[in-house]
């Protein structure tokens, strides 16, 4: 392994700026970077998948951690050649795929064996990439480390009853633990954007507590906190109709008060909930 030059060395040497319109802020704190990094954990024996890398800030500390193979999701072009010449600094096996991230097949593009995902993700896509990787069955992942806005972040881990709690929190504690690991200032960012953000680190739990018919999940929390100040009774109208079933009928299979609020349920509630409607669908 060599030393690539400085990475604003290097985003000036390719004339690269951040586009707004693919939510990009470049992550060029060393210190940082190397930080998330380290949150992959020994990565010798897996796949490493780095999605909108950028100029490569976080790549770089990525193939020092000598994973099996490193493969980065890269939508703009205009980083395409930088990536490439970074990764002929380093030994570890490095692939840059040009294309949407929410339409890769990951399980395809990792061949088999387990796999870290690490990503300074895009603000605009953050989410429902979250969200597909939890989808995922088989579960390709050993461990998500993260980083999000600091209010979506907080929104993934918020326990029952809190302000933040809602769907997201509902979807992860479905699939794994999740946890705010480090928290990163505006200024670390170039541009800075208008909000803090923060990575979470989502390891899975074992495969017989995950409860793993997500699409049934997304369908009752969407409807449940559609209209949060309603009753379970009443915001689960939608979901309900959708099975040709009653609010009630579901309430009732899942053991709850159709008088309770959806953000005074825990995921267990949400879980027989979406049990209860896929049996009614069906």
Same mark, same amino acid.
């Given at each position: ?54 100029? *490569?800030? $976080? ?6 951690? /000598?994973?099996? @193979?490193? %493969? ?6 205009? +980083? ?85 709690? *809602?769907? $997201? ?6 699939? /794994?633990?999740? @946890?705010? %690991? ?6 670390? +960012? ?93």
């Amino acid at each position: 392994m060599s030393t690539p030059p400085p990475l604003r060395e290097m985003i000036a040497e390719y004339g690269l700026r951040a586009d707004k319109s693919f939510g990009q802020h470049f992550l060029l704190d060393l210190n940082l970077t190397g930080k998330i990094a380290g949150l992959c954990g020994d990565v010798s024996d897996a796949t490493v998948i780095e999605v909108g890398p950028g100029p *490569g800030g $976080l790549t770089r500390p990525l193939l020092e951690l /000598g994973p099996k @193979r490193l %493969v980065a999701i890269e939508m703009d072009r205009r +980083f395409i050649p930088a990536l490439d010449a970074t990764g002929e600094y380093y030994d570890t096996p490095f692939d840059v795929i040009e294309g949407d991230a929410l339409k890769a097949d990951e399980a395809a593009i990792i061949g088999g064996g387990p796999a870290v995902i690490a990503s300074n993700l895009p603000y605009n896509v953050g989410t429902p990439l979250l969200i597909k990787w939890l989808k995922a069955n088989p579960l390709f992942w050993r461990r998500l480390v993260l980083m999000f806005q600091k209010e979506v972040a907080e929104r993934i881990i918020a326990p029952v009853q809190s302000k933040a709690y *809602g769907r $997201l929190a509902i979807l992860t504690a479905a699939v /794994g633990s999740a @946890r705010i %690991v480090l928290k990163a200032p505006a200024l670390a +960012f170039t541009p800075p954007p208008k909000v803090e953000s923060a990575v979470v680190v989502i390891d899975p739990l074992p495969a017989d507590q995950r409860f793993t018919d997500i699409a049934a999940l997304e369908v009752v929390t969407e409807s449940a906190f559609g209209q949060r100040r309603k009753t379970l009774r009443k915001s689960l109208g939608m979901a309900a109709g959708r099975a040709n079933t009653s609010s009630e009928t579901l309430l009732d299979a899942a053991g709850i008060e159709s008088g309770a609020r959806a953000e005074t349920i825990p995921p267990e509630g949400f879980f027989a909930l979406a049990k209860a409607w896929r049996a009614a669908k069906t």
